[in-house]
């Protein structure tokens, strides 16, 4: 059956979510604006879009053959994936690898400090909340995913951790942390969202340069070309 684009069921600061023809399933259009600190900076990054889709299904492709489930289905342009439709749990899951952005500001620990064992936090995913940090207590009081799920949830992040850490390195890249997000269809869980700069904090491996969107938020200059860069390395000239 082709997939056929119908009415808009979200648009989110990144993306803009359809429905389709084909039950269960969604499309994402990633845009080229950009946000910081919960939208209160907002512009644009031009490519940013076409960077994040494409990286996004590579990635995602490389978990799925780790054995990752994962809401991507199929690329369908330069913007636009097919997706499975989930319900999004409302809870961001960042691992951490090495010390930097809020992390450092909460400990006093210089940016740039490796973590020897890799750090799982949580954040409860409300914009005017600001998405505070929550733990599993707090998740339980608020019924937002039960034990099993958010044990799940903490285990696939640090096997995505595991799977992609050495998978950038060998491409000369940093993972230093990155943010997901799941979602169920039916009784079964998968990663969903994005996996690019935008949600993945991403240095130079010798040089420790900044390759995702601390630029724009600390107004660095250069995000476009860093966002390129990353592309370069990460994503196949074929794909």
Known sequence: MTVETRE?????????????NQPGRIIQYFKDDATAFNA????TILGKGVINNRMSAVLFE??????????????????????????????????????????????????GTPIKQPIVELYYKSDPLGDPMLNDDHVRMM???????????????????????????????????????????????????????????????????????DRFRRDMGGVEEAYAEVYRRLVPAST
């Open 143 to 213: 019924r937002l995913a039960t034990p099993a799920e958010l044990s799940w949830m903490k285990k696939t992040a640090l096997r995505v951790n595991t799977v992609l850490k050495p998978h950038l390195t060998r491409r000369g890249i940093l993972l230093v942390d990155f943010k997901l997000e799941f979602g169920r269809q039916g009784r079964k869980l998968y990663l969903g969202d994005e996996i690019s700069p935008d949600t993945c904090r991403l240095w130079d491996s010798r040089s420790k340069e900044r390759l995702d969107k």
């Open 40 to 43: 209160l900076k907002k512009g």
């Open 8 to 20: 808009k069921l979200y648009e989110g600061k990144a993306k803009i979510v359809y429905e389709t």
């Open 62 to 111: 490389v978990l799925e053959r780790a054995g990752v489930p994962t809401h991507y289905l199929e690329t369908l342009s330069d913007r636009e994936m097919l997706c499975r439709r989930l319900d999004i749990i409302k809870i961001e899951t960042i691992v951490r690898n090495v010390v930097a952005g809020s992390l450092a500001k909460r400990t006093g620990l210089e940016e």
